[in-house]
């Protein structure tokens, strides 16, 4: 079980210490997608691209990485966030060139007080989807970065974020 806090990031930043891209309440489309996308936040960065739903769910969480519906404060129906985030990158990489294609990472925020009781270590900075508080994502994107860049032979240059940011700005409805 993994146990997040409450925001105290009460801005509409991230604040990172790193050169990123930020694009916020997104409502994307494009010839090649089937439904117009919402994304709260993409952020774009050097060693990756990070795709941030936030999620206003209290209480206890309880699901499964393959259940489409989660519960939340034990009765509160939703669609299982991993999946929705996942369906979202799945959609990017249409549009987007191959190269791109490793660097998508699904981030879930939760911006209320919850405990989290889904299988699997969702906190992993091995991994490449996380269940975090709002107020951990900061952290964990510089974390990854730092340690994607020293991995990666071939990170995203500045100009390339330029380019990315530009074109999901052109793309926002």
């Known amino acids: 079980m993994v146990h997040a806090l409450t925001s105290l990031d009460n801005e ?3 604040n990172l210490k790193i050169e ?3 694009l916020t309440q997104l409502n994307l489309s494009h010839r090649t ?3 117009e996308l919402m994304i ?4 774009f960065t050097s060693g990756g691209i990070f795709v941030i739903q936030y999620n206003e769910a209290r209480g206890m ?3 499964t990485q393959e259940r489409p519906i989660w519960l939340s404060d034990g009765d509160v129906r939703m669609k299982n966030p991993l999946q929705e985030n996942e369906k979202i990158i799945q959609a990017l990489k249409k549009i987007l060139p191959p190269y791109f294609h490793d660097y998508f990472y699904s981030i879930v925020g939760f911006k209320k007080r919850v405990k989290i009781n889904v299988p699997g270590n969702h906190k992993n900075i091995e991994g490449n989807q996380w269940l975090l508080s709002e107020s951990e994502i ?3 994107i510089e974390r990854i970065i730092l340690k994607k860049n ?3 032979e071939k990170p995203i240059k500045p100009h390339h974020l330029n380019i990315l940011e530009r074109g999901f700005s052109w793309m926002n409805k």
């Open 61 to 63: 969480i309880d699901g």
């Open 138 to 140: 900061p952290e964990y």
């Open 150 to 152: 020293v991995q990666q």
């Open 40 to 43: 709260d936040r993409i952020v």
């Open 12 to 14: 509409n930043t991230l």
């Open 20 to 22: 990123n891209r930020t």
């Open 33 to 35: 997608l089937d439904d």
